[in-house]
């Protein structure tokens, strides 16, 4: 049996029960939007299985609907994030009347790959025959600071901050920088796993979405990138493409953990 909140499996159930603990049973029962400290609310939203749970407990009024619902489009997200997005998300939030503004980085600042002599991507890079992996800074430069820059245009610089992140991924959860940011994790405040994530898609009747990231991360599987390259030709181009950009200025840096060119990798 697993239990109706965060999706765990319930060991030795008794007759009737629904959650693994008291506080799981807590949550389904107590959680209310005036644990919310700022008046506004803006959601950060991936499009990933995480961000579609946040829209599924705003749609089911587990969470009060955001004031502003952005997701920022860098313009390399791989086509199967979009397709999800544009044929399921967008239109189940709006039949609650929520409105998922797409920003895109282009309006706010360049996608260049490097700043200076940095490679702005998480990249795999060989040294002196020393292998490392790279910092990720796109995400800072291309989503959230463009979100900020928006909010900014908007009058709005005190607020919620709502993002996706479920307690199986909890270190990932950080406090905001800037002080009049306050960043919620309604997942982790509801004790949410991806499991439990996933559960909740399904029971709302929604299609579960792709796994969501840049046709470039260098953090995906090797099934994630056969998959692209398998199914999404024209994503797997723009990748090849990309590092071909990348080593040409920097050759020691490859998007894949194998340290040959995608080309290869998967020739």
């Known amino acids: 049996m697993i239990c109706g909140h965060c999706g765990k499996e319930i060991l030795n159930p008794r007759k009737g029960q629904q959650y693994c603990s008291n506080s799981c049973a807590r949550y389904e029962r107590t959680y209310m939007p005036q644990q919310y400290e700022y008046a506004t609310k803006v959601w950060s939203c991936g499009g990933g ?20 619902a952005l997701m920022v489009d860098v313009g390399r997200e791989r086509t199967s994030t979009w397709n999800y997005v544009y044929n399921h998300l967008i239109p189940n939030l709006g039949k609650a009347g929520v409105e998922l503004r797409i920003l895109k980085t282009t309006d706010y600042t360049d996608i260049d790959l490097f700043s200076g002599t940095c490679f702005l991507l998480p990249a795999h890079r060989l040294t002196d025959g020393v292998r490392y992996k790279m910092r990720t800074m796109c995400n800072q430069r291309w989503k959230v600071a463009v979100q900020q820059r928006y909010l900014n245009d908007q009058g709005v610089n005190d607020y919620e901050n709502w993002i996706g992140i479920s307690v199986d991924e909890q270190r990932r959860a950080r406090e905001s920088i800037i002080r009049k940011i306050k960043n919620r994790y309604p997942l982790i405040d509801l004790g949410m796993t991806r499991y439990g994530c996933l559960d ?59 340290m040959q060119t995608l080309d290869k990798a998967f020739g």
């Open 49 to 68: 299985v995480q961000s579609t749970a946040i829209a599924a407990l705003i749609c089911t009024g587990k969470l009060p609907k955001p004031d502003y």
């Open 200 to 258: 909740l898609i399904k029971s709302v009747g929604w299609a579960i979405p792709p796994h969501t990231a840049c046709w470039c991360c260098p953090n995906a599987t090797r099934d994630e990138w056969l998959d692209l390259k398998m199914n999404y030709p024209e994503d797997w181009a723009k990748a090849i493409a990309l590092e071909q950009e990348a080593r040409e200025r920097d050759p020691e840096i490859y998007l894949h953990n194998s």
